[in-house]
């Protein structure tokens, strides 16, 4: 099992930043892929950003050139920089890692953060 712990939500003005954060523990070996999900009340979870062990990212095109993602190999932590907050960015962000056993993929979730982007 991973355990996914994340940090760094909250309430932003438009235009404002966060720093999301996301450590994994417990079984975190053969990780090979870190990011995170969004969902707003009343919608499905979307794909935010993803990082694979490498330096390979991919970004929701309502994201690019607003948030970075990164990852500390090392610690198994991923990191979300969200700049130039948007309304549209309130929703609970999700950590998730997927991790290869036998040829089969497990993914595994966070808790949840909220952020809020609010004047």
């Known amino acids: 099992q991973v355990q996914l712990v994340e940090s760094g939500g909250g309430l932003v003005q438009p235009g404002g930043s966060l720093r999301l954060s996301c450590a994994a523990s417990g079984s975190n070996f053969d990780i090979y892929a870190m990011g995170w999900y969004h969902q707003a009340p009343g919608n499905q979870r979307e794909l935010v950003a993803v990082?694979?062990?490498?330096?390979?990212?991919n970004y929701a095109d309502s994201v690019k050139g607003r948030f970075t993602i990164s990852r500390n190999n090392a610690e198994n932590t991923v990191y979300l920089q969200m700049n130039s907050l948007k309304p549209e960015d309130t929703a609970v962000y999700y950590c998730?890692?997927?991790?290869?056993?036998?040829?089969?993929?497990?993914?595994?979730w966070g808790q949840g953060t909220q952020v809020t982007v609010s004047s």
């Open positions: 990082i694979s062990s490498g330096t390979s990212t």
């Open positions: 998730f890692a997927d991790r290869i056993v036998l040829a089969k993929k497990y993914t595994y």
